[in-house]
Each structure stands twice: as structure tokens, then as C-alpha cells.
């Protein structure tokens, strides 16, 4: 099974691209939810997630729809050595607790920056995630070019993860877009390609800013079935957000699977 969906849903500069003109925002989560099957969580990177929060975003959506949850930034980027990430670990859990009772939780995304380099406690603090995250479904997205071998994989493997496709400007210093499964769930995030503004940019958007033609999204349809064949479900999600594009790019490849078969 394969889920496409989008990195984010509160965009207020989706109206009028999805979201119809003059849409309040308390209403996007329901209008989205009618068209696609689940929904990356980001803004759990920037603040730990409240149960209360996560609660009421779940009765917002139909059955069968999945939430898959970015870890904070104090679980991949700031990392205390001590007993802070303990701690940190436990109010995540605590915060997505109600997504995991009511079984619309699709899996926790850990995403480690570039600067996060396979080196041995690195490798061994990739190992513990999935006793500290309890055995919740985990995938994890490297952006290091370092990370893209075969004893990464294996090590996911070992360790009960899942891998993070990704496709991201073709610049030597990032990963390679393949298409590999760890586990029962394959992941893929669409980040789009502007390789100009990757490292170079005013604001953060503008790293993402890209619409992918048909053509880029056709590459991927033969490598989305080989992992649809291996796990249980996965996730598609679409990271250039800027201007709607993410939506309007997730609506494309649904449209192409549905044509493939």
C-alpha cells in the first residue's frame, strides 16, 4: 500500500491552489483528509507535541487515516549527552500517545542533519532509537552522502528501522535518491530539486521552492512499487510545500499510480 500525502497542512498560502479562497484555517485538516490518506507531522521539530493538540487533530479525520510524526530537534539535531534526551524522549512519547491509542499513528520520522556523520556513537545512538521511541514504527532520513552504503542499511535493519527514501537536489555532499526498504515500512520525502538555493537561501522556503514535472515523478513510479512489494505501507510525502506545490505534486503521483495499476 502506498500513501501519499504531504509534509505539513496549515499553509495559508494553499488557498486558492487547494485549499478554496476564503477557508478558514481550523477547517484545512478536514478538507485535506477527504483527499489524501495521511499526513507528515513537522511542526513537532520546533515544539514537543501536546497530547491535547494531537487529540483533537485526530478526531478531526475519517478512519484509516495516518499521522506520521517528525522527531524534535532535541531527539536528532540538539542532542544532550546527559540525561536531557531521556527526558526529551519521554514528553514525545507523552505528546503522541493519543495518535498511538487510536491507532492513526503511521510511524515516527527521525531526521538527522548533515552535519550528522556515520561515525561509531553516532551509529550506536541511530541503533538505540527504537528501544527509546518504546518499539513505535521509526524511520530515519540521513543527509549525509556519508550514510548512503550498504552498512547503513544493514544497521537499520539490525536495529529494527526503517529507511528514509529521499529526492533532493543532485549536489555530491547530499544523499542519493534510492529507493531502498529496512523494514515493514518504506518512506519517501520529495524535497524537491532547486539545487541553486539548497545551501544558499534568505529564508527557509526557498530551499524548497520547486514543482516537479510529471517526467521527475514518473522516475519514481517503478521504484515506489518495488518497495510497496517489500513493507506493509509507504509513505509518500511531499516536502515543497511553498505556494501549494506539495499538494499539487501529491495529487500528480497519486493520479500516475492510479495509471500504472
Partial sequence: MILVGTAGFSYSDWRGVFYPEGMHEREFL????????????????????????????????????????????TMTHEIDDGQGV???????????????????????????????????????????????????????????????????FELLRRSGLGFCCVDEPRLPSLFPPVAVATGPIGYVRFHGRNAEKWFKHDKAWERYDYMYSEEELLEWIPKLRDMEAKTKETYVAYNNCHRGQAALNARMLQELLFKSG
Avoid at 483528509?33 to 485526530?58: I, K
Avoid at 515516527?108 to 552535519?115: G, I, T
Fill in 30 to 73: 478536514a478538507y485535506y483528509s477527504r483527499e489524501f490518506p495521511f499526513v507528515e507531522l513537522d511542526f513537532t521539530y520546533y515544539t514537543q507535541p501536546s497530547p491535547r493538540t494531537l487529540a483533537a487533530m485526530a478526531k478531526k479525520v475519517p478512519d484509516g487515516f495516518k499521522f506520521c510524526v517528525k522527531a524534535h530537534k
Fill in 86 to 152: 531521556k527526558k526529551e524522549f519521554e514528553t514525545f512519547l507523552e505528546g503522541i500517545s493519543p495518535l498511538v491509542q487510536s491507532g492513526r499513528l503511521g510511524c515516527v520520522l527521525a531526521q538527522f542533519p548533515w552535519s550528522f556523520k556515520p561515525f561509531a556513537e553516532n551509529r550506536e545512538y541511530v541503533a538505540s532509537l527504537k528501544e527509546r521511541l518504546r518499539g513505535l514504527p521509526t524511520v530515519v532520513e540521513f543527509r549525509n552522502r556519508a550514510w548512503a552504503q550498504e552498512d547503513t
